[in-house]
């Protein structure tokens, strides 16, 4: 037991040094962009699903939050909502570099959800196109937020810690039930059920927490599950944006649709490419 714990918290802490350098540019990134970016997708009109995808794959600081508001203002439409919450990578990406993985792979990896996004959106868009109307809305996003405000440095300390904690407690569950039930097993029980493995993962991206995108994450490179849980998870996962949703959209119905239309997307978007047997 001491073994798998120091084993454990010493693969984290060899971590910290590229969690800290990717959360660092990112902050200094989002401070530096952040609000052209909120302004774009304010202007993107019925190319809100192409704009909206790529903005929301660059990991920063809750945008997925700032665009449940703009949804709410009816700002932007339903179909680019969900393409940001679709492509919203959360704390995927720090951790994807972290652990050196190739970056090749991991461009296969947001190109993929980009493009479920993309398409998504624009189905969305034409199946549920409505006149959109205006309206003020308070943006009380802020108790949700990342608080960036504090400053880069202060922020990027935060993020590593906070994110630090999460990775070293995940992996410690994982490499406790990998040892006593066993890799082959704790695998074989995922990897032979596609759609459970997607149903099951795409519950795991709904909770509205930071969390969830390193379940997933840390999941896939411990090989228990595959490719399309993988994306399932992480397409679902849209981190405090269905927090802020259902804060400051009042209409309960309505965000119920949006959160089904993200798992139903999300699963069935997983076991497409399960299907396909693509591979990254």
Partial sequence: MLEIVLETLLDSVKLLPFLFITYLVMEYLEHKAGNKMQIAIQKSGKFGPVIGSFLGAFPQCGFSAAASNLYAGRIIT????????????????????????????????????????????????????????????????????????????????????????????????????????????????????????????????????????VVITQLYLEGVIGVGAMMSGLLVGAGVGILVLLRVNDKPKENAKIIGLLYVIGVISGILLELSGITF
């Fill in 78 to 213: 339903m179909g680019t909502l969900i393409a940001i919450y679709l492509s919203t990578s959360d704390e995927m990406l720090p951790i994807l570099i972290s652990e050196n993985v190739a970056i090749d792979t991991i461009l296969k990896i947001l190109a993929t959800k980009i493009i479920f996004a993309m398409s998504a959106g624009f189905f969305i868009d034409f199946a549920f196109s409505k006149k959109n109307e205006k309206m003020e809305i308070e943006h009380l996003c802020e108790q949700h937020h990342c608080h960036c405000e504090k400053g880069i440095l202060k922020s990027a300390v935060r993020h590593t810690v906070e994110i630090f904690v999460y990775v070293f407690l995940i992996s410690l569950a994982l490499h406790l039930v990998i040892h006593f039930i066993g890799e082959d097993f704790l695998a074989n029980m995922i990897l032979n059920r596609p759609v459970i493995g997607e149903l099951l993962a795409g519950l795991v991206g709904l909770i509205p927490n930071c969390a969830a995108s």
